[in-house]
């Protein structure tokens, strides 16, 4: 043995102390990116309608996850299922009416998770639901002080998301329009709610940047989540003469008007009003379908662009190699498919979303990753997103094992599956074992569109009817059945519809097959599949 000097011992065990300072001081911070109402309509996701230059380049040092669904279309159940990570069935929350501590149970959101593990949480913008009397989802305080440690920011000009202030020509006068493009200086404050979110979200990192201590920082953007008001020099990028309304432009003859919604949403703007459109069935005329369609991939790109600002802070702050980037949606949004528009629904459209996820430099060095432009077309669910970044964190946590845990709210637990393995196995160019399927819900209030009850957004006791929908590789089937309110349990004995879909051929979901007969076993197959859940379709290595 080589006889080491006694001042070279003392050298190495400081050495020692300090390494393991440094790894300590140099735990992953998180940036979470929610874009309101997003589908896939990015160029990294081969959208060529869309101009997103900033989300391309943040794709090329991450994983594109080709295959990401929300668990339910709209906007407070959805963003109350992936920050529990715990299902539409399990919290029993499908409305904006209720807030999950107060009305079912004291569940650990992801950020209050990090908090507890010694994170500084920051919410910016739309993460919870906050807004205006649907604040009551995040008990109108967005989770504060359970999931926080600094107070939430809210824009001060969310006052006027609805002011009258959409000027199409300047022959008639202001009004509350769906299509919004505007100029900035001319709006109240001189600013729009996405742009005060952006510079509160820079100054949070400016804050931070030098901390010892990591940081979970949420941004939730509100565009493109309607109305479309935006600066009206991102339709530079937008001329009207490259979109066009869907084809087929109706109503798939043989699917149940259940599956319908009837944006009503769209109905109270003062342009769609005029438009005198007999409810629920006649259409949006093509011409003013292509300004929808133009003004939502507008307002993407202004986001794209705030996007891009905000990375770069990240880089002149020098922390974006500690930071893992995640950025996603909270469902999609349908732009005239199936003569429809908005969420709401169960098809593909309004389920699928963008999901990107950029480790940082520090979780790549610590596994040999090199993290580059990757794609993955695996199942994944807003659920995973939770355990993904607790796994990265080093806090992991325990999938429920029942639904017995599921609806334990003093139970730490995810009805996902953390996404880390998988990223791994793909850079590395392994296979790995994988979920099978994806699984979304929608409620009704009755078979026929209604505006009272609304069939778009139902109170839970008025939902009647629950849509319960899988998706696999090729196909999507959905189940509507029966449901009571009371004690929120399906009735799979009473069966109000079915729709199957092959993706192979029909990726836009316009022919319904669950009337074929060689399509009859398929469709018990799948029925089955769905009845049986989640933790079904996962690999049988854990252990269901």
Excluded at 48 to 76: D, E, G, R
Excluded at 446 to 460: F, K, T, Y
Aim: aromatic residues 12%; glycine residues 2%; proline residues 8%.
């Amino acid at each position: 043995m080589y006889n080491v000097p006694l001042n070279y011992k003392m050298l190495l065990v400081l050495y020692l102390i300090n390494s393991i300072g440094w790894c300590a001081a140099q735990r992953q911070n998180f940036l979470l990116i929610i874009v309101d109402d997003l589908r896939p309509a990015l160029e990294c996701y081969g959208d060529k309608n869309a101009y997103t230059p900033n989300i391309n380049q943040l794709a090329k040092n991450a994983a594109i996850f080709s295959h990401a669904f929300a668990q339910q279309a709209l906007c407070a159940p959805s963003r109350n299922s992936f920050l529990t990570s715990r299902r539409p069935d399990s919290l029993q929350l499908y409305d904006f009416y209720s807030y999950w501590r107060k009305d079912i149970g004291n569940f650990t959101t992801l950020p209050q998770h990090l908090k507890n593990s010694g994170y500084i949480t920051k919410s910016i913008g739309k993460v919870f639901h906050p807004e205006s009397f649907t604040g009551i989802s995040s008990n109108n305080s967005d989770d504060s002080p359970y999931s926080w440690t600094e107070v939430p920011f809210h824009p001060y000009t969310e006052k006027y998301k609805n002011a009258p202030v959409c000027r199409p020509n300047f022959n008639l006068p202001p009004a509350p329009n769906l299509i919004c493009p505007v100029k900035v200086s001319s709006m109240p404050n001189k600013t729009l709610p996405d742009i005060e979110i952006l510079q509160d979200a820079r100054h949070f990192l400016q804050t931070h940047a030098n901390d010892s201590t990591p940081f979970f920082l949420a941004v939730g953007f509100q565009k493109p989540h309607i109305p479309f008001k935006y600066p009206k020099r991102y339709l530079k990028h937008h001329p009207l003469r490259k979109f066009k309304v869907p084809e087929p432009y109706k109503w798939p003859e043989n699917v149940s008007s259940v599956a319908y919604n009837p944006w009503i949403d769209l109905r109270k703007r003062k342009d769609i009003e005029t438009l005198n459109l007999h409810f629920p069935w006649e259409k949006i005329p093509n011409s003013f379908g292509k300004l929808i369609i133009q003004s939502y991939y507008a307002a993407v790109s202004y986001i794209d662009e705030l996007i891009g600002k905000l990375l770069n802070e990240l880089e002149n702050l020098s922390i974006r190699e500690t930071t893992t980037i995640i950025l996603m949606s909270d469902h999609g949004w349908s732009l005239g498919e199936h003569a429809a528009w908005a969420k709401y629904s169960n098809f593909d459209v309004a389920l699928r979303v963008p999901l990107i996820i950029s480790i940082s430099n520090i979780e790549n060095t610590v596994n040999n990753l090199s993290m580059k432009q990757t794609t993955i077309d695996s199942m994944v669910e807003l659920v995973d997103i939770f355990p993904t970044i607790a796994d990265l964190a080093n806090v992991p946590i325990p999938i429920c094992r029942n639904e017995k845990e599921a609806k334990d709210a003093m139970l730490v637990c995810s009805e996902g599956i953390s996404l880390v393995p998988l990223i791994r196995a793909t850079m590395k160019q392994e296979s790995l074992p994988w979920k099978k399927a994806a699984f979304g819900q929608y409620p009704r209030p009755s078979v026929d569109p209604s505006i009272n009850p609304n069939s778009d957004e139902p109170r839970l006791k008025e939902i009647k009817v629950m849509g319960y929908t899988l998706r696999k590789d090729n196909y999507r089937y959905t189940a509507w059945l029966e449901f009571n309110p009371v004690t929120k349990v399906p009735n799979w004995n009473v069966l109000i519809a079915e729709e199957l879909y092959d993706h192979r051929t029909d990726k836009d979901e316009n022919q319904n097959l669950v009337v074929f007969p060689r399509y009859q076993r398929l469709k018990e197959v799948l029925r089955t599949l769905l009845k049986r859940g989640w933790r079904n379709v996962l690999p049988k290595k854990m252990g269901f």
